[in-house]
């Protein structure tokens, strides 16, 4: 599986960013989709994640702000980013897991730079 997420993004306070992943190669069902964050000094951790069937989950941090979604079509993830703050600032890696193995495939890392 290859992920060819969006470019690096800069944005200032308050401003809204839309994220894109697209998925190509043995891409077949079932599989869930999501987005993680990497800060500098930080570990990687969730932003927001879709199933197969089209639940989400996201982190507290960013709730009521970001919104996860798919085009099945298309096989590609979107992460609609409002209300930008600062602390959001991270490189944001798109993933696909293949469920029935749990294996995980990581995209190359967008940056995303929130200034105050």
């Known amino acids: 599986v290859q992920l060819q997420a969006s470019g690096e993004a800069w944005r200032s306070l308050g401003g809204s960013l839309r994220l894109s992943c697209a998925a190509s190669?043995?891409?077949?069902?079932?599989?869930?989709m999501g987005w993680y964050c990497q800060a500098p000094g930080k570990q990687r951790e969730l932003v927001a994640t879709?199933?197969?069937?089209?639940?989400?989950n996201y982190a507290d941090s960013v709730k009521g702000r970001f919104t996860i979604s798919k085009s099945n079509a298309e096989i590609t993830v979107y992460l609609q980013m409002n209300s930008l703050k600062p602390e959001d600032t991270a490189v944001y890696y798109c993933?696909?897991?293949?469920?029935?193995?749990?294996?995980?495939?990581w995209g190359q890392g967008t940056l995303v730079t929130v200034s105050s």
């Open positions: 993933n696909f897991k293949r469920i029935a193995r749990q294996v995980d495939y």
């Open positions: 879709i199933t197969n069937g089209g639940g989400t």
């Open positions: 190669g043995n891409t077949f069902a079932p599989y869930n």
